[in-house]
C-alpha cells in the first residue's frame, strides 16, 4: 500500500531542529516516497519561550519546499502545521495567528513534557478544547502520566481528545515490553494517528511502511488500523470530525 500519511514531521529546512538544508529537506521527502507516504502534514516546533520563525517566513519556506518538491516527488500532497508545545498562552498564540493549526482546521498538534503531570495534561486539553480546538497529543506514548494509563486516554478520549503515535515505536520485535504495548494501543483503537516525527534523513528519517510490515496481518487489516492510516488523516485535514 502507499498513500499513506505523514502526520507529524520536521522536513522545512533551517526552521526547527529538522531538516537544515533544502538539499536534506529532499533527500528526506525522497525517503518518505519509498515509505509510501503520499502526504506529508509539516509540523516545526513552535514554543512560547523560544524564538519562533514567524508564520509569513514559514509559509514562505513551505512555499519553496512545494515548488522544489514538484520535481523530485511530484505525487507528494502537503499541509502545514505546528508542533505546539504546550504552555499557557498557546491559545492566545493561535486565535492571533501566530502558531498554526493543522492545514488551518480546527486540529492542533501538541506536545508536552514527558515528566508533565496528568492533572496539568487534562486541564490542558480541556482549555484548548473550551477554545474551540480539537487537540492531537503528539507522541502520546512519550509521557510518563500517560503510559500504561488506558484509563487515563479514556478519560481525554471522551473529552475529544486523540492521540498520535510516533511509527518508529512500533519497530523492534515482539519482544520488545514498550512495543507490544503500543501495538495493543493500537489494536484497542487508542491511537487515532501515526507520524514519522522524521528531523533528519541519516537519523531519525521518514518512516511508515518500514515500521507497518512487521505488525501482524491482523492488525494491518483491522478497522482500527484503517481508519488511522486513511479515514482519520482525511477527516483532520478537511476539519471534520472523527
Ligand atoms: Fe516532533
Redesign the pocket.
Given at each position: 500500500m502507499t498513500g499513506y500519511y505523514d502526520m507529524?514531521t520536521?522536513i522545512l529546512p533551517g526552521v526547527d531542529d529538522g531538516a537544515r538544508d533544502l538539499q536534506e529537506t529532499m533527500e528526506m521527502l525522497y525517503q518518505a516516497y519509498l515509505e509510501g507516504i503520499r502526504h506529508i502534514v509539516v509540523?516545526p516546533?513552535f514554543a512560547l519561550d523560544s524564538r519562533n520563525m514567524p508564520v509569513r517566513e514559514l509559509m514562505d519556506k513551505f512555499e519553496e519546499v512545494k515548488r522544489v518538491a514538484l520535481h523530485t516527488v511530484p505525487a507528494m500532497d502537503f499541509s502545514l502545521g505546528n508542533?505546539l508545545m504546550n504552555s499557557t498562552g498557546m491559545v492566545n498564540a493561535l486565535n492571533e495567528g501566530r502558531a498554526l493549526t493543522l492545514g488551518g482546521t480546527s486540529y492542533i498538534l501538541v506536545?508536552f513534557l514527558p515528566k508533565d503531570s496528568y492533572r496539568k495534561i487534562y486541564a490542558s486539553l480541556h482549555n484548548y478544547i473550551m477554545n474551540g480546538y480539537i487537540p492531537i497529543v503528539?507522541?502520546v506514548e512519550r509521557y510518563d502520566a500517560l503510559i500504561r494509563r488506558t484509563d487515563r486516554m479514556d478519560e481525554l478520549i471522551n473529552i475529544g481528545v486523540l492521540f498520535q503515535m510516533n511509527t518508529n515505536s512500533l519497530v523492534g520485535g515482539k519482544r520488545r515490553r514498550n512495543v507490544s504495548y503500543h501495538r495493543m494501543l493500537l489494536e484497542e483503537g487508542y491511537i487515532h494517528l501515526l507520524g514519522s516525527?522524521c528531523h533528519r534523513s541519516d537519523s531519525r528519517s521518514p518512516l511508515m511502511r518500514g515500521a507497518l510490515q512487521d505488525l501482524p496481518g491482523e492488525l494491518l487489516n483491522s478497522g482500527a488500523m484503517q481508519a488511522v492510516l486513511a479515514e482519520n488523516p482525511k477527516k483532520i485535514l478537511a476539519d471534520k470530525y472523527i
Open positions: 507529524h520536521h509540523t516546533h508542533e506536545e503528539a507522541h516525527d
